[in-house]
């Protein structure tokens, strides 16, 4: 028995790999692993990518990607450890204090900034009150900017000076836009931003101040991290940080649909060329069933046999899985340019991560599709050179099913898929493929009487699928997977998105008002009627903090950094209504129908995500500060809250009488279609205490967040239709041999070229035409699953899919036709000699 070492037995492996690349199961081998390495490289990519650049947007809500925040100024070694990471670092100091004028005082809420502040973001200012706006700057010492309401406040102009404690500062500019605005949307006193070195001067911050110290970081992801983990340590307990998560919700939700969909299209592109490299793999193993005989008669133990073949695909696998993850890197490069008017202009770059990961599941594919039916190769017996009817035993079925189960596993868990969509999507194929695997089996056998009396090439194409109905089943499967995937991809895009883009739109509210006093709300609900603005109700708002649960401190109840940790740390926006808003759904409990009794507790219903981070249950305690006094209620029922609508939404809604006696402003939200923007001017102008804010931009945000996804689902539908082609050409390669065969015996019977060509037509075309009707069926099947069950979305009948028969047979008939030319090509003499 000849021993050869590992290295000459890798030189034997890649001589008969260059030997074989002619091959055209090698060549349909290579593609497919190519395309599932370039679709998982390629999304990986753009996943990682545009999260990065999403990140980055999100970033500029907070004016920094981390903040340290505290009621004291953060310690010396704090802020030296961030700048010794690197980090660029802006100081903001927030405060509420009196403002004094010429002609009277006004409370307002006061920002003092250092010159890096934002270090996300823009400022954005005006020269005069409802003036065009500019971009960037800041406030230099001796200036503030302020809003316009407390110019119409205190009866001043631009120009004019105020009093901050002990400092006279000159107002500059009119203030616009504040990137962090966003935590203090419900401040009820007008702003200003001030220069941080004249913060010392004003004498305002004396101990015991209420004050709001926040210092803000800048920096690459690592030095953020690094940073992060050793202030953590050094955290007091009035201080916490702040990061992305912390931010907008409307972004965060439609970027985790966009993930979900764009793994749930790299799963089907991945999974069709896992079946292209099983069908392969085993024709590639079949015709090398007699090298593998000659090799074992010349020595090679069965192990090494083995091993030849397995190294072949290891180096094919290899050669493949780079090439494809180079092309995947640059086409999401492609793709990125393509979206390069909807993302910022630096998109963090995606690293090797994406790559390797790709190159991972192209190999883990290759190995739970490809290795069970090249064991066979190790077992084939040397007698098979003098008798080829002796085949190997076949590997054990649990090893064929396991390995592929393994390895769709794997793929599973690195996409990070979840499993209510993993299991509507595999779980509606596999009852797609059993049911309609049946009735196609007995469409066949059915087929038998109809022949008798058909025409010759008719005969011919369908008794190819009538002689093998089990094989012909499972090529209608193949193939009708393909449809069903390309078919699933276009679906979801044209409609999903849609629904996505009808949840928001185009008359959604574009702007919020806020602080409307109790004696203007009438007036302002009447000034909106006239403009024919579309308006949500007007809400009653108290700011109070939850402090006990069922008599408990909620500080002891709650889990750092959990959402209600970061709830209870702050005065939540309280309110009162009768009816349940808009956008809210009941998840538990029942809502009220009438005002409480004079000696029962009132009842809350509180947002479903913040009661099961508080643990709250039904019938709890819940005892609130609202300025200073205690207010109890019972959770009476719990809420499911669409965040994406861009009306006002609460944590906690009141039952009407609970808080009776405390005083509350009003906001609301509208919409006013575009061209009115004088009218919002003179809307601000009639009501100078409310706070109007447009929110035109984020909409625009949102928007080109699902233009994106629209974008990339185009891109990606690529991968899938190279990957169904993959699948496609491996199945009739696996069929070649024995259809060379065939047609050579039926042209040495006399049989005419076109007669064999029709016949080809019909029995594809028909093939492909049933595998149509089954894509259909199996699309509608799973996208009911999908709908009802993973994106809770109305689901609906899909008339256009019955064009799928018609593309199948097209499709499918051209190719076959295309796919077995050799099978009509090839020389009677020469194959029958052969055989």
């Not at 753009?46 to 925040?69: K, P, Y």
């Not at 990061?243 to 749930?264: P, S």
């Not at 509208?670 to 919002?680: K, T, W």
């Amino acid at each position: 028995m000849t021993r050869l070492s590992f290295w000459r037995l890798c030189a034997l492996s890649l001589r008969q790999l260059l030997r074989d690349t002619r091959a055209s199961e090698v060549r349909v081998l290579f593609f497919a692993l190519l395309v599932a390495v370039a679709a998982s490289t390629a999304i990986g990519y753009f996943g990682a990518r545009l999260n990065g650049a999403m990140q980055l947007r999100a970033s500029e809500f907070l004016g920094a990607d981390l903040v340290l925040q505290g009621s004291a100024p953060a310690s010396e070694q704090q802020v030296a450890s961030g700048s010794a990471a690197g980090l660029r670092h802006a100081r903001v100091v927030e405060f509420t204090s009196v403002v004094g004028g010429d002609s009277g005082i006004q409370l307002s809420s006061i920002k003092a900034a250092d010159p890096a502040y934002p270090l996300r973001g823009q400022l954005r200012s005006a020269a005069a009150p409802y003036g065009e706006e500019r971009p960037g700057g800041g406030p230099a010492p001796g200036e503030a900017w302020v809003e316009p309401r407390l110019l119409a406040a205190l009866g001043l102009s631009i120009g004019d000076s105020i009093d901050v404690g002990m400092k006279t500062l000159r107002m500059s500019r009119v203030l616009t836009y504040e990137p962090d605005r966003a935590n203090n949307f419900y401040s009820l006193t007008p702003r200003v931003l001030m220069n941080l070195a004249d913060l010392e001067a004003t004498g305002v911050i004396q101990p015991g101040s209420r004050v709001s110290y926040r210092d803000l970081w800048r920096g690459d992801g690592a030095a953020l991290a690094e940073y992060r983990q050793g202030v953590e340590k050094t955290l007091a307990a009035h201080q916490r940080l702040l990061d992305t998560r912390d931010g907008n919700r409307q972004i965060g939700g439609a970027l985790g649909k966009a993930e979900r969909y764009l793994n749930m299209a790299s799963l089907v592109a991945v999974l069709l060329a896992g079946v292209a490299v099983a069908l392969s793999a085993s024709r590639y193993a079949a015709r090398r069933l007699d090298a593998s005989a000659l090799l074992r008669c010349l020595g090679l133990s069965r192990h090494q046999a083995l091993s030849l073949y397995c190294l072949q695909l290891a180096m094919l696998g290899v050669v493949a899985a780079l090439a494809g993850a180079l092309l995947g890197a640059l086409a999401q490069l492609g793709l990125f340019h393509l979206l390069a008017g909807l993302l910022p202009s630096q998109v963090p770059p995606g690293g090797l991560t994406p790559a390797l990961a790709g190159i991972a599941t192209g190999l883990v594919a290759l190995a739970g599709f490809a290795l069970p039916p090249l064991a066979a190769l190790g077992r084939v017996p040397p007698l098979r050179v003098l008798r080829r009817d002796l085949l190997p035993i076949p590997p054990s079925s649990w090893l064929v099913y396991g390995a592929a189960l393994l390895a769709l596993g794997l793929i599973m868990w690195r996409l990070s898929l979840d499993l209510l969509l993993t299991f509507a999507l595999l779980g509606g194929g596999l009852i797609a493929a059993l049911l309609l695997g049946g009735l196609l089996l007995l469409g066949l056998r059915s087929l038998r009487q109809l022949l008798a009396g058909a025409p010759l090439a008719w005969r011919l194409g369908l008794g190819q699928l009538l002689r093998h109905p089990l094989a012909a089943a499972g090529q209608a499967l193949a193939f009708g997977l393909i449809l069903l995937a390309m078919g699933l991809v276009a679906l979801l895009r044209a409609e999903l998105l849609d629904t996505w883009q009808a949840q928001l739109p185009k008359d959604a509210p574009n702007h919020f008002a806020l602080n409307i006093l109790p004696d203007e709300r009438q007036p302002f609900a009447e000034r909106l009627a006239q403009l024919n603005a579309t308006s949500a109700p007007l809400y009653p708002v108290i700011p109070g903090r939850l402090t006990h649960i069922n008599k408990q401190p909620v500080r002891q109840l709650v889990s750092k950094e959990s959402t209600g940790e970061r709830a209870v740390q702050r005065d939540l926006s309280l309110t009162w209504a009768a009816d349940l808003p808009q956008g809210n759904a009941l998840s538990a409990g029942d809502w009220w129908q009438q005002a409480p009794s004079d000696d029962a507790t009132p009842g809350v219903s509180v947002e479903a995500e913040l009661a099961q981070s508080l643990k709250l249950q039904l019938g709890d305690l819940l005892t609130f500060d609202i300025g200073g006094q205690q207010r109890q209620a019972r959770v009476s029922s719990l809420r499911s809250v669409h965040w994406d609508s861009f009306q006002p939404n609460f944590y906690m809604i009141f039952q009407p009488g609970t808080l009776q006696g405390l005083p509350a402003t009003y906001l609301t939200s509208f919409y006013l279609a575009p061209g009115h923007d004088q009218e919002v001017v003179a809307l601000s102008r009639a009501f100078p205490a409310v706070t109007i804010l447009q929110v035109d931009a984020l909409l625009g945000q949102l928007r080109s967040i699902l233009a994106q996804v629209t974008l990339a689902v185009e891109y990606v539908l690529l991968f899938v239709l190279a990957a169904g082609m993959a699948v496609l050409f491996a199945g009739l390669q696996a069929t070649l041999d024995e259809r060379i065969r065939q047609g050579a015996l039926l042209r040495a019977l006399g049989a005419a070229r076109p007669l064999l060509v029709k016949a080809r037509r019909i029995e594809f075309g028909l093939l492909g035409a049933v595998s149509g009707l089954l894509a259909a069926l199996g699309c509608e099947l799973i996208t009911w699953a999908l709908y009802r069950y993973a994106f809770d979305l109305h689901w609906a009948p899909h008339p256009w899919l019955l064009a799928l028969p018609v593309a199948g047979a097209v499709l499918v008939g051209g190719a076959g036709v295309l796919g077995t030319r050799r099978a009509l090509n090839a020389s009677p003499l020469a194959v029958l000699r052969e055989g």
